[in-house]
């Protein structure tokens, strides 16, 4: 059985109406809530072999050609913030047929540095997935260019676009 992460309860929102029969979490945003989520889930036995954690939620692009609204998966993640010396990249091989992104695990706006979009969580669900051994899948609608406002973001299309794109995958054989 999947478990459906998402950072906030806006974000689950779309996705509860129109898939009411999947077991959707609120993790909180953020690398640690999303680790301890999933070391909470997993410790409880919701999560483990043959289950896919799927994390989903918005994102901010650096890359102008992807579009407002559009779903991506997640393939790699990088946490930028830190030194150098001490990143660490995570990979997950694709298991959808959306478009393949790199990813930066931020908490603050950081620079590309090669990366196609922006969040707050990912890099917490691949390094899990390594040290627990489970299946993930990160999923991503764009919300936003890196850097505008607030107010500039695209919320209600990307929210809609991930509901509806979630709902029509099959990540239970992922």
Do not use: Q
Request: net charge negative; hydrophobic share 45%.
């Amino acid at each position: 059985m999947n478990v459906y992460l998402f950072p906030t309860e806006l974000e689950a929102t779309s996705f509860r109406e129109v898939a009411p029969e999947c077991e959707v979490v609120i993790s909180g945003v953020g690398t640690v809530a999303t680790a301890a989520t999933i070391a909470k889930l997993y410790r409880e036995g919701s999560i483990g072999e043959g289950s896919v954690v799927v994390l989903a939620g918005v994102a901010g692009s650096y890359d102008v050609t992807l579009g407002y609204g559009e779903v991506v998966e997640v393939v790699e993640e990088c946490c930028v913030e830190l030194p150098e010396r001490f990143r660490a990249t995570y990979r997950n091989a694709p298991r959808t047929t959306l478009p393949g992104v790199r990813s930066n695990t931020v908490h603050a706006t950081a620079t590309a540095d090669g990366a196609h979009i922006e969040n707050m969580e990912g890099a917490a669900l691949f390094a899990m997935a390594e040290v627990l051994n489970i299946n993930v899948v990160e999923i991503r609608a764009i919300s936003n260019r890196v850097g505008e406002g607030f107010a500039e973001w695209h919320l209600d299309d990307a929210l809609r676009n991930l509901a509806t794109t979630l709902k029509r995958l099959n990540l239970d054989e992922a």
